[in-house]
């Protein structure tokens, strides 16, 4: 459905994007994943058309996005990342307004609008003006006024910024329905918890570049990370250390404690063995998962919210 | 595109109710007072007549006559006063000018000579004083000068042709004081001449000069104000994202721009028109004297002004910048153009500085219309002037807009 080619994109001495290559199947919900600065949302305004790259090429549905943006921007729909609606128009004037844009004629957009209000249960609020809706909800008629043309792509730029774990669940609910209906989207964000629950492709963007990209899965072998077992005793002396070294090598101590890295399923009752021989009492034990956040330290060295 | 655009931009006008009323109210209550200011309400409030002091030292017939036409004018009122006295009060600013009649008048209008007369004024109010001299002058040309000139062409009749017998003669004289191409026909001509600075009297015909400076100049200025608001929505829009959202559907940038242009347009039209009518209920203005005029002007005038307001809103990266630029740029170009001070009391420079004005080309048109009574074709070119203006202006607007707004998304 979309093919990026080698796009670079600069603004004056900074190279936002740099050489930037990934393609996303039709129904697939894509994930740009990376901290804040990483050109994330540069690279979805040159794929969303309103901003030129320098070099490269993107297709959306086989169609040149620089040769034909017109046909493009009626592919796509794009939730931006503000919340970029008319204060003192209703909801509904909101809906229309947009809709408009798109030339859908009035019948079939009044049945369109009333459809989506219902998706994303704002039906009953339809008549207030957005200025008097709590942030969630204008979230939510922010999606909707990017879907009102029914595209075949739907660019979400941090759909999720600012609301409460409520509306984001309802978020999450409605791009999971839009995806069942066979639309594609691109899901940029900085929270891997979205990405983890979402996406069943991931790119991870840093510094303008994909370090790396496929499933979670495929990112996890791929980044070669292991879970690790953290364990806080009350003291641990130099020779207790040693025991445990000549157990796991890869041993890390930080003061009291100790990182080990392992498959926790098969070697967590051997630590606590070997901590009981060496007689040390366990304060703290807890077990690190591999999930996007350690793949993503461990890929690029940084905080995916640094 | 551009309808639903537009559509959009005016809904949103209205929508903040306040903002819409004093868009409408404000310039209607600086009009009024203006309108009061110029001593323009017309039919209702007449301005204050200028004192003039007058000295009558011939004390005839005739010197009594010119006085007493003289005081019959709507926008003078005189004050007799010994010599001495006069002039003193005139030189302490009590007085705009002092007339003073020297003995022999009588004789010298008989004789057709030079008028004994002495205007002494106040250099430091020379506005009044432009007013009264063209006023002075006609009221001399209908006074005497009829009698002047029959006097000079009797001694002309008698050094040219001696012992003319005085039938003769009389029928002569009688034929010259004829309306037909005598005294009278060439007196008709001189006051015809003499009305082309005649304020006061043209005031009393056709209206008030006032009240249309204050309409018009006002009127114009106001709109400005109000336009660099309605454009600045776009950098509100800017700033909202919703401008970003607008150009990711498909919708041409231009057509953005244009469909904003399009709503300043029209309540720029809105706004002149509640304006004149609001002049003619409350003031009398006469704005259906030449209705075809009116609206043309309007029209060219509110497109010229919302162009130019578009154009402010172009250059501007942000609605700080806008307010700073727009009331710099508006204040000057009131000031040059005439729309706070008029144009006839500023020195000639000025006056050919003021072509540059937006407000300059607008109030000319509006004075063309209620003050000049031209037709429509002699107004045109200004109105051509306007639109000329305003072509120009979307042009550079477009090419800052895409240059300054849309960079910056």
């Known amino acids: 459905m979309i093919q990026v080619t080698n796009l670079s994109k600069s603004f004056d001495e900074l190279q936002a994007v740099k050489n930037l290559s990934f393609s996303i199947k039709k129904g697939e919900i894509f994930g740009l994943l990376g901290p804040n600065g990483a050109g994330k949302s540069t690279t979805i305004n040159m794929m969303s058309t309103i901003l030129s790259s320098d070099d490269g090429a993107i297709l959306i549905d086989g169609n040149d996005i620089k040769k034909t943006p017109t046909i493009c921007k009626t592919l796509i729909g794009v939730v931006p990342q503000e919340i970029s609606l008319y204060d003192e128009f209703t909801a509904y004037e909101n809906l229309l307004f947009w809709g408009e844009l798109y030339k859908i004629p009035s019948k079939e957009l009044k049945n369109r609008i009333a459809t989506i209000l219902e998706l994303i249960g704002l039906s009953d609020r339809k008549n207030d003006l957005i200025k008097t809706y709590s942030g969630g909800m204008k979230r939510r008629i922010n999606i909707a006024s990017a879907i009102l043309h029914n595209p075949k792509v739907l660019f979400m730029d941090e759909p999720t910024v600012g609301v409460d774990p409520q509306s984001r669940n309802r978020i999450f609910e409605i791009v999971e329905s839009l995806n069942s209906q066979g639309m594609t989207i691109v899901y940029t964000t900085h929270y891997m918890e979205e990405v983890e629950r979402l996406c069943n492709r991931i790119a991870i963007i840093d510094d303008g570049k994909i370090v790396a990209q496929g499933t979670q899965t495929e990112l996890q072998k791929e980044s070669n990370v292991k879970e690790t077992i953290e364990i806080t005793f009350q003291t641990i002396a130099s020779n207790q250390v040693a025991i445990l070294k000549e157990a796991f090598p890869s041993l890390i101590q930080n003061n009291q404690s100790i990182t080990v890295a392992c498959d926790a399923n098969k070697d967590l009752s051997t630590i606590i063995s070997i901590c009981n021989t060496a007689k040390l009492q366990i304060e703290d034990l807890k077990l690190n998962k591999v999930n996007l956040e350690t793949i993503f330290l461990n890929l690029t060295g940084k905080q995916l919210r640094d | ?409």
Not at chain 2, 231 to 247: F, I, Q, S, V
Not at chain 2, 333 to 354: C, H, N, T, Y
Request: glycine share 8%.
């Open chain 2, 1 to 409: 595109m551009i309808l639903t655009i537009f559509k959009k931009d005016l809904k949103l006008f209205f929508a903040d109710k306040k903002g819409a009323l004093l868009t409408f109210a404000l310039p209607i209550l600086l009009i009024s007072l203006f309108a009061f200011a110029f001593g323009g309400v017309g039919g209702k409030s007449t301005a204050k007549p200028v004192q003039l002091l007058v000295v009558d030292n011939d004390f005839t017939k005739d010197s009594k006559e010119v006085l007493s036409n003289l005081d019959a004018l709507k926008g003078v009122k005189t004050i007799s006063e010994e010599k001495t006295t006069a002039i003193d009060l005139v030189k302490k600013g009590k007085y705009v000018a002092v007339l003073i009649v020297e003995k022999g008048f009588k004789d010298s209008v008989a004789l057709g000579k030079t008028l004994p007369l002495e205007l002494k004024y106040d250099a430091a109010r020379e506005i009044e004083m432009g007013m009264l001299q063209s006023v002075l002058i006609q009221n001399l040309m209908s006074s005497v000068g009829k009698k002047m000139i029959s006097s000079k062409m009797e001694a002309s009749f008698d050094t040219n042709f001696p012992g003319t017998p005085k039938n003769i003669k009389e029928k002569a004289m009688s034929l010259m004081n004829s309306d037909k191409g005598g005294v009278n026909s060439m007196m008709g001509e001189n006051t015809m001449g003499l009305q082309m600075t005649s304020v006061i009297k043209e005031d009393t015909k056709k209206g008030n000069l006032g009240l249309i400076q204050a309409v018009a100049g006002t009127a114009i200025m106001m709109l400005l104000f109000s336009i660099a608001g309605i454009g600045g929505g776009l950098l509100d829009e800017k700033e909202a994202g919703t401008l970003k959202r607008l150009l990711y559907s498909p919708v041409k940038p231009t057509d953005v721009l244009f469909g904003k242009m399009l709503a300043a347009l029209v309540i720029s039209i809105l706004q002149l028109t509640i304006m004149f009518v609001f002049s003619w209920m409350v003031f009398g203005l006469p704005i259906f004297k030449d209705i075809t005029s009116l609206v043309l002007m309007i029209i060219a005038t509110a497109f010229a002004v919302s162009s130019f307001g578009i154009f402010l809103v172009s250059i501007a990266k942000s609605r700080q910048q806008l307010q700073g630029y727009s009331t710099i740029i508006i204040m000057l170009m009131s000031a040059i153009g005439g729309s706070m001070i008029p144009l006839f009391v500023m020195p000639e420079i000025m006056q050919q500085i003021a072509v540059i004005s937006v407000n300059y080309w607008g109030i000319q048109g509006f004075y063309d219309i209620f003050w000049r009574s031209l037709p429509l074709t002699e107004i045109l070119p200004k109105m051509g002037v306007l639109v000329a203006i305003g072509l120009s202006m979307t042009i550079i607007s477009v090419r800052l807009f895409k240059k300054n707004v849309l960079k910056m998304i």
